[in-house]
């Protein structure tokens, strides 16, 4: 991810999502969920539809770690991002690749973010993937 001329809560919110992302990898559940709301919610690529709060984000992690294995790939390639008062929005493309040898593949990321007590929390994600031709 790069930074040009990013106002001071857009490079608070990159490195929020820098961090996240290291956390992934890492497999680092507690990382994982530290800055998100205790009431998000998440549109994801496997179903179901929607995981609606922490408990449920969580879920969703430990399906994805069994998928990502030791040696997968999660990392954030594009990223724009704009914040204006107590909310923030990030959008960007990530690439994604379980621990088989099967290709990497593009994961379209949104996330909206609202400041709580001067520290920015994720209320929503949502991941998708491009439909197939």
Not at 14 to 39: E, F, I
């Amino acid at each position: 991810m790069t930074t040009t001329n990013a106002s001071a809560p857009e490079a608070q919110v990159r490195d929020l999502l820098a961090a996240w992302t290291k956390a992934v990898r890492a497999r680092d559940m507690q990382s994982v969920l530290v800055n998100h709301s205790p009431d998000i919610v998440m549109f994801d690529v496997p179903p179901p539809d929607q995981w609606r709060g922490i408990q449920a984000y969580r879920e969703s992690w430990e399906l994805f770690f069994r998928y990502f294995g030791d040696r997968g790939e999660f990392e954030i390639t594009e990223m724009d991002i704009a914040a204006s008062g107590d909310l923030a929005y990030g959008y960007g493309l990530l690439q994604c690749r379980g621990s088989s040898d099967s290709a990497a593949f593009p994961v379209r990321l949104t996330v909206c973010l609202r400041r709580v007590d001067d520290a920015w929390m994720i209320v929503h994600e949502h991941h998708s993937v491009p439909a197939a031709d």
